[in-house]
């Protein structure tokens, strides 16, 4: 895992260690993303944030998918660690969802298609 985030650089202070949960090897993507995003609350903290940003800058359309590679690139500027850092995107479709459900307001920014994996 990475190692803890680096405090002193501005915009980051709720961004910690990602935790990967161990899961049964036939867990469903719904089961693993739920074990994940227990263990990774901040993960929907900071999407919530970044969305909040484009919201307040004007945006009318949000990919959940530009969030999620924001994210990546964001985290790996203020943590140092030997092991890659890892969000995997069949998650992406349960966090927009997350985030609708706490921001219905949200709705028309986001695209969501119905999910095929359970």
Known sequence: MFGAAQPH????????????PDHEPNASI??????????NP??????????????DNGWKRISIGM???L???RYGQVTR?????RLNNNWRSRYVRLLLE???????????RALRAA
Do not use: S
């Not at 901040?42 to 919201?55: H, M």
């Not at 706490?102 to 969501?112: A, D, I, N, S, V």
């Open 102 to 112: 706490r921001h219905p307001e949200w709705e028309p920014l986001f695209e969501t």
């Open 9 to 20: 650089l501005p915009g980051f202070e709720d961004i910690e260690q990602l935790v990967y």
């Open 81 to 85: 660690g030997e092991d890659e850092f």
């Open 71 to 73: 994210l990546r690139y």
């Open 42 to 55: 901040w993960v929907l903290r900071e999407l919530e944030r970044r969305t909040a940003d484009c919201v």
């Open 67 to 69: 969030l999620w590679e």
């Open 30 to 39: 719904q089961a693993r993303f739920e074990a994940f995003h227990q263990l």
